[in-house]
């Protein structure tokens, strides 16, 4: 059974840093690429950043562009998503994915229950 499991969100004041961890199990780590999405309510999910199996390649919306990064722990089959300089447009329910094939906008393979972040004063 696969499992996905998102945390480390909440609430953050404008300017502000969070770090999102996504502990994976059911599945060889190694052979997944691993990504974020988010989506904000009344809108569609959107891709946010995506690492490939060994870290050696990243890609991001160019939203987030030098203000987010993702990273990857194999040894304990975790991905993390380092968000600082948040905005309020960055609130969103941030939700982890895995994929064996796909990359960027076309990963989706398994999904994470998602964990809310908000940015707001």
């Known amino acids: 059974q696969v499992q996905l499991v998102e945390s480390g969100g909440g609430l953050v004041q404008p300017g502000g840093s969070l770090r999102l961890s996504c502990a994976a199990s059911g599945i060889s780590f190694r052979s997944y690429a691993m990504g974020w999405f988010r989506q904000a309510p009344g809108k569609e999910r959107e891709f946010v950043a995506a690492?490939?199996?060994?870290?050696?390649?990243?890609t991001y919306v160019d939203s987030v562009k030098g203000r987010f990064t993702i990273s990857r722990d194999n040894a304990k089959n975790t991905v993390y998503l380092q968000m600082n300089s948040l905005k309020p447009e960055d609130t969103a329910v941030y939700y982890c994915t895995a994929d064996p094939t796909g990359w960027g906008r076309t990963m989706g393979r398994y999904w994470g229950q998602g964990t809310q972040v908000t940015v707001s004063s």
């Open positions: 690492i490939s199996w060994s870290g050696g390649s990243t």
